[in-house]
Structure formats: C-alpha cells, structure tokens
Nanobody
Framework: QVQLVESGGGLVQPGGSLRLSCAAS????????MGWYRQAPGNQRELVAG???????NYADSVKGRFTISRDNAKKSVLLQMNSLKPEDTAVYYC?????????WGQGTQVTVSS
C-alpha cells in the first residue's frame, strides 16, 4: 500500500524559508511523477510544483522563482524548498502523484506565514 508522509512545515515570518519533505513507501518511487499540492481554508487543493520521473520540473505561477522541487529516488523522497514566503502561501501542503489516480492523501504539513 502506498504511503506518503509529509513533514517540515511550521510558522515562519514573511520572507522566510522552509523545506518540506515527503517520504514515500509501498511504490517503485523512481517511476512516478510527483507533485506538491496545497490547500488553504476555503480553497480547493492546487498543484504548486511537480517533478517528473526524469527530473523535469514545473511550477504554478504563484510560486515560480520562489519554490524549488527536487527528488531523491534512492531515499524515496521529494522535497520542496520554499523561499521568500508570503502570507498567501499559508496552507496545508501535501505530496502525491502528479496525475490521477492519486494515492491516498496523507495528513499533510501545515505552513503558516505570519508576522
């Protein structure tokens, strides 16, 4: 069974940085395109960054130039480096496959950007 566990969130001031991690188990991780998603209260879950099995990346316009996604296939993990954080980045962040069918969603990790 696929399991995705996110970590690394927290409270940070505007302009600060956080690094999120997602550990995967139960899959041959290296063949999957992976993504980081976020969901703010009252909003739908959105894809903010994706990385293909080959390492190509894509980003939502709202985070382009500030967030960097990477993966470590040996450790079955996908990372999200978030810099220059803004209050509007506040959300619960999840990792999952880039495309349907998705794995069961993990609990996510809360990111709060506030002074």
């Amino acid at each position: 069974q696929v399991q995705l566990v996110e970590s690394g969130g927290g409270l940070v001031q505007p302009g600060g940085s956080l690094r999120l991690s997602c550990a995967a188990s139960g899959i041959i991780f290296g063949i999957y395109h992976m993504g980081w998603y976020r969901q703010a209260p009252g909003n739908q879950r959105e894809l903010v960054a994706g990385i293909t099995s080959g390492g190509s990346t894509n980003y939502a316009d709202s985070v382009k130039g500030r967030f960097t996604i990477s993966r470590d296939n040996a450790k079955k993990s996908v990372l999200l480096q978030m810099n220059s954080l803004k209050p509007e980045d506040t959300a619960v962040y999840y990792c999952n496959f880039m495309r349907r069918p998705y794995a069961d969603w993990g609990q996510g990790t809360q990111v709060t950007v506030s002074s």
